[in-house]
């Protein structure tokens, strides 16, 4: 079956940074947008950045842009979110999404707090 492991979250300062990993395993992997969302407490969950099959296509949502990066590397079967210069306001659990044969699939979340 489908399974979407993230790693990496922890507890960083403000201006610090994280590097999330996401491990993909059950499905095309290379044919699979990948995606990271993020919820923080209270509030609903939201999109973050997406990167398609090939890698060389990606989309942030302005909250992000010029902090993050998603990569992905297929052989590996892995995507990962590099964050920086990250503040309060990005605590949250962040998710991992593949989209694969019209469905989403996610993984477990991993929590990202930034507090000094």
């Known amino acids: 079956q489908v399974q979407l492991v993230e790693s990496g979250g922890g507890l960083v300062q403000p201006g610090g940074s994280l590097k999330l990993s996401c491990k993909g395993s059950?499905?095309?992997?290379?044919?699979?947008?990948m995606s990271w969302y993020r919820q923080a407490p209270g509030k609903e969950r939201e999109f973050v950045a997406t990167?398609?099959?090939?890698?060389?296509?990606?989309r942030y949502a302005d909250s992000v842009k010029g902090r993050f990066t998603i990569s992905r590397d297929n052989a590996e079967s892995a995507a990962y979110l590099q964050m920086n210069s990250l503040t309060p306001e990005d605590t949250a659990v962040y998710y991992c999404?593949?989209?694969?044969?019209?469905?989403?699939?996610w993984g477990q979340g991993t929590q990202v707090t930034v507090s000094s």
């Open positions: 059950g499905f095309t992997f290379n044919t699979s947008p």
């Open positions: 990167i398609f099959s090939a890698g060389f296509t990606t």
């Open positions: 999404k593949a989209k694969f044969r019209f469905d989403d699939y």
